[in-house]
């Protein structure tokens, strides 16, 4: 949750060195289109290594990859004159991903996180190549990459092989919108392709690019999406008078977890001026959906710490296979293109993430049942001919449950592949997808809570509302009417969730009440 910027920049430019681009960084390239370049040591590591793995090639040394085959055919030997071959075949064999193809902020992520990993220098590349990929970012050249296919390891092989033909002047791509080949993609761009040299087909397909571009932009809206459940929360908990003592900093003080004191105090300033909070008199203690939001959101805090974590190491990581270390004169076969580390990540992320809209949906059906919040049934005047938020929840209850079915962990999963040489893979794509799913559905479920919570709020007097919550409730009334009566209801929640999704309801909040870690 930290968001210091860890990036060497150069005017507009985000110079790669391949040791210190941030999960920011992701997103500013992927979403808003920062250019990208190559920090000139990263230059001088590229080419050490490219001299190093054509001097292994000159001297006909058995190297996986170079001068072997792939996976069940490590143990063939490939002569020099077949080895510009072998990669084009690794590229032509490997490119067998299906399913929709992958978003533009996706697809771009993984350029750039391609390019991070070969910037580092042990992948035995030509400078050319590193210098086609950062061209083709930069002028919007965005391969199709199918979604299905990846088995976690050896790395992302399939979808990435389809971000590789483009670089030769095959496959598809979309530039300015418009889909067509690769060679015209490219040409259209200014560019040429490339004919992939010895290990250059492998160190583009060998690596966790697609599972940790997935699961960057996925950590960057959960962070948003967590925020928004913050602001959302603290509406809910003054349309319900909530009893003010579960958020004291005294609890806190005693069960010293990081994200149960932070989500405490923010939601202590989201509410501090309010005259709602801790008017009801006869109130104790609240229900568990308000009572133990510090504890519940404080736990996701807490694992999007661990993730960010994760992601931060992966995304300046050489994953690919084998690794040229030019300084110690090594050449080693391992296994950093295993995406355990991510799958569990994401696995966790889904988890996470998914408990936020499993309570927030409890927040709502406490807000419309009215033996449970005092206002008036489904939050409408007229109930009966009017059937107000009913089905709000509805929505809401589905989406949380369709979560605890994807919530089930890829990483714990393993199919045997390439003759049973690659016996353990991690699924980590499959997380990351399923974990970039449940977010979607958090947006909306978090979108609803928001417009629920206002309409109750309405009947309490939006006038008492604390200093953090009286801005969200604004922001969401100029989007979105008090609903008097029936009308379609699914212009309203789209409007909410929009909101959430865009940021524009945090923007309006922290123009007042800092939300940061």
């Known amino acids: 949750m930290d968001m210091i910027k860890h990036y060497k920049e150069t005017g507009r430019t985000l110079m790669l060195t391949g040791k210190n681009l941030s999960v920011e960084d992701v997103g500013r390239v992927a979403r808003h289109h920062v250019l990208v ?6 230059l001088e590591r590229i080419e050490k290594s490219r001299t190093m793995l054509e001097s292994l090639v000159e001297r006909e040394e058995a190297v996986y990859g170079i001068t072997t085959g792939f996976g069940r055919f490590s143990e063939v030997s490939i002569s020099r004159e077949d080895a510009i071959q072998l990669q084009k075949n690794l590229i032509a064999s490997h490119a067998a991903a299906v399913g929709d193809a992958l978003p533009e902020e996706v697809v771009r992520a993984v350029l750039l996180l391609r390019i991070n990993a070969l910037a580092r220098g042990c992948s035995g590349i030509r400078p050319t190549l590193i ?9 919007g050249v965005t ?12 790395g992302d092989l399939a979808p990435l092989s389809h971000l590789a033909l483009v670089m030769t002047g095959e496959g598809e791509a979309f530039y300015q919108g418009e889909r067509m080949s690769g060679a015209a993609a ?8 490339l004919t992939l040299l010895e290990k250059e087909g492998l160190a583009l397909i060998n690596g966790t690019q697609i599972m940790t571009a997935i699961g960057s932009l996925a950590y960057l809206d959960a962070v948003n999406y967590f925020k928004a459940a913050l602001v959302t929360a603290a509406l809910t908990l003054e349309a319900q008078k909530a009893v003010p003592d579960a958020f004291d900093p005294l609890i806190a003080s005693v069960r010293s977890y990081s994200g149960h004191g932070y989500t405490a105090d923010s939601i202590r300033r989201l509410v501090k001026d309010s005259k709602l909070i801790g008017s009801d008199s006869h109130k104790v203690q609240d229900a568990y959906s308000l009572r133990c939001i510090p ?8 694992a999007l710490d661990y993730v960010r974590g994760i992601l931060e190491v992966e995304i300046n990581s050489v994953n690919d296979n084998p690794l040229l270390f030019p300084e110690e004169g090594r050449v080693l076969s391992g296994g950093n293109f295993h995406g355990q580390p991510v799958a569990q990540a994401m696995d966790f992320l889904a988890i996470a993430v998914a408990e936020l809209g499993s309570i927030a949906e409890r927040r709502i059906e406490r807000l419309v049942n009215p033996s449970l919040s005092g206002l008036p049934p489904f939050l409408v005047e007229e109930g009966g001919l009017n059937s107000g938020l009913m089905i709000a929840q509805y929505t809401a209850a589905s989406l949380v449950s369709e979560n605890k079915g994807l919530c089930y962990p890829a990483s714990v999963d393993s199919i045997p592949s390439s003759a049973n040489q690659e016996d353990h893979v991690s699924m980590g794509t499959t997380a990351a997808r399923k974990s970039r799913r449940i977010m979607e559905n958090l947006a909306h479920i978090i979108g609803i809570e928001l417009l629920v919570a206002c309409q109750a709020i309405d009947f309490q007097g939006p006038e008492y509302l604390g200093r953090g919550t009286s801005l969200a409730y604004n922001r969401l009334r100029e989007e979105v009417d008090f609903l008097e009566k029936d009308r379609i209801l699914y212009p309203l929640i789209n409007k909410a969730v929009e909101l959430v999704k ?16």
Do not use: F, M, W, Y
């Open 131 to 139: 210098e086609l990929l950062v061209e083709a970012l930069n002028r």
């Open 143 to 154: 391969p199709v990459i199918p979604e299905q296919g990846s088995l976690g390891a050896s």
């Open 186 to 193: 490219l040409a259209a761009a200014g560019l040429e392709p």
């Open 295 to 302: 504890q519940v959101h404080g736990a996701t805090a807490n």
């Open 502 to 517: 865009s940021g524009r309801l945090l923007e309006a909040v922290e123009h007042e009440i800092d939300l940061s870690k």
């Open 37 to 42: 370049g190559i920090d000139p040591d990263a």
